[in-house]
């Protein structure tokens, strides 16, 4: 079977389903829209939770688990959440063989059971904050989908907090964004923008929402992971009611936040190549693949020191393979494991033993160069390091270098088009601005960002004062 | 709130019931039959989770993630699987808004869709063994149902696997049977009875079914995972073929395996006493709990040795807590940290400390003594390993005790009312016999021991010759 996928520079889409379905991350299920994970991309997405999940409990979150159908009452109770999600709600009207009195919904999102939920768990200013999570599948019917991006069903962990005030609703919110930025950049890889979503991009039924937003290969943006401040909307519709300390009834206030199977293909796209996938160490499955070369007894040698430079790094909690399978030639697999994005590849011959040495081949730059196999056990963990901020610093410049100011709205109609990517300009604040710019350009606001120049100006659609700046991107 | 529970002696279910909700494991959601996993029961699950993904994984098993939904055809292609599972369905027959052409069935288990994929991705013999799992829900409509031990949806593990032999499927679900009896015995502390099920009992499309039967604290049995020999019945069904070696087609074996929440349930019942949890060290999310005693000033000291300790054991890799919440008296936390089964408490009050020593309390004994300070972190993991080892002798002899051998089939009828219990006996292998029995006394066959005296006889019930003795017995 031919592994080559169509180039990026030929078609972008047809370049990452290609990646996603020869890299074998996935493949789409007997079900339209719904995709199947297949080893090695479920592998990756335990190494995101692990990534995650270790983050998530050490700011005092514990993980729980809510059931997947909700009664379809509930999601009528607040309103701007039936407004936005009843169009994509999957609904259960039978079971057992009857059909049900009350239908029920497949669970797109879960504050309303979770309200429902916390309206009796909590009693007091004691039971406060609640701070849990759940590792789920959630459904929501969608028309065009595409792999990791877009699915009917997809994987992703949803957390939901209760406090006694807003302010530390809100404080907790931005700590949720945080401990997504700090994955995305240290284990991720990905420099993503952190910010305020725009009102018209709010969630449904939040007060506000905050997003970290990422440029992929095509300069597109892609919503890597939102938090919400939910105010009071849901525990008014649900009653989710403490007594404070004063022995008065008030209403908690909320968080929801998530990141989905999504970041599988953010990382596919930020720092994929035409030769496959590049895989940040932290988050791959093999970090390093030793192929040892040549056939039976002449290659016996190669095959030793390999399975010995194995254990060693395994010692070292390196995650690592030895393909010294008989049936595949050195160049394919090295195809292969190039397809697959581990990110140092070692090669080990019968010359190379002669000499004592190895050969490291770096999957970001292609470099290759000969390493002295005594002690290269110890020197493996560093080279990731180096390989993990390499890349960072990559996706760094190739989102830097595709972000721009405009000058005017001619400017930035051309920018949009060519060469696009982001484009960081004052906006006035009012949706009708927002969604003419849309409208003109199909660009939308990804968010308001909380850094960099942010200071006031004139709105680049209609020039009245603007009090900040906003990044504008055609996006996923 | 008041602690306590319904006594076992008074009213076993209600027991139950009582602890799972108090000790704060799991709640009734809002959808009749679905329940809500709570912090300290998922905790529970995500060790059980941790201990069998370890040695699946061991096993060369890897995990993936296949759709919620089914095609309603699927269901049908297998005619054992579908006369089985039909009256548990629950349906999906709109999306979107809109009425779907073909309804959808949320997986009450996954081989349909499984092999749908299977005959996608096998081709040659090369591609087998295919060794998959999967950590998911799934729903079946249940009239009667009980927190963990029966509920509409429940979270399982379910693994997949194809040969290209059915000697060699043959072994890898019998394996599989050893991996879940390696993890009940070990992990959760329960000596279980493996062994195969009566055709009756088999799983609706299996060949073959094995079973690990556990004894409850009321003498009741309970299946606690279940193993499966598929034949080819799956492959013919969805046409799984591969290439052999001679380039003849050739359709798979197959096995399928899984152990679900019900697992937490076991774990109430095998240990938990009238005061109680009562969980074994491995399994427990938090194996020690330290109070210090004493307020204020006068408790600064036991704080201090409190956390100290709890550095130590935390350094060692135990999972401690240290309850110095001042709101709650020393006795409140005692009762409370008995409910929740956590193995060993550790009181340092101002005396104890000035003695030089700390106070240590089983949970399964209730044995109280002091200890010294001085090395005792060193010396709690022992402990631990002590606690367990003893939580499953004691479950052992209480099994022991409680499985008799019977004179003659009106003996079986007494025995099994009065004590109760397991039952070992010859069966001659007519499902007839078995059903008369199950209708006299309401005892089904939970397994065909492969260990134990299984040498020929005479069938209890009929008197006709029998090849093997059963183990019966009234089950959850």
Known sequence: MSKKVTPRSQDYSRWYTDVVQRAELADYAPVKGCMVIRPYGYALWENIQAGLDRRFKATGVQNAYFPLFIPYSFIQKESEHVEGFAPQLAVVTHGGGEKLEEPLVVRPTSETVINSMFSQWIQSYRDLPLLLNQWCNVVRWEMRTRLFLRTTEFLWQEGHTAHATAEEAEARARLMLDVYTDFAVNDAAIPVIPGRKSDSERFAGAVRSYTIEAMMGDKRALQAGTSHFLGQNFAKAFGTQYLDQNNQLQYVWQTSWGVSTRMVGAVVMVHGDDQGLILPPRLAPIQVVIVPIGRSDEGAGARQAAQALADDLRARGVRVRVDDREEYSPGWKFNEWEMRGVPLRIEIGPRDLAAGQAVLVRRDSGEKAPAPLAGLG????????????????????FRD????????????QRVIDDPGGFIVAHWCGDAACEAAIQEDTRATIRCLP????????LCVRCGRPAAERAVFARAY
Chains 1, 2 share one sequence.
């Open 378 to 397: 110890e020197r493996v963990p560093a080279l990731l390091d180096d390989l993990q901020r390499d890349l960072l610093a990559r996706a760094r410049a």
């Open 401 to 412: 270098a595709n972000t721009h100011t405009v000058a005017d709205y001619a400017g930035f």
């Open 450 to 457: 909380f850094e960099g120049q942010t200071g006031p100006g």
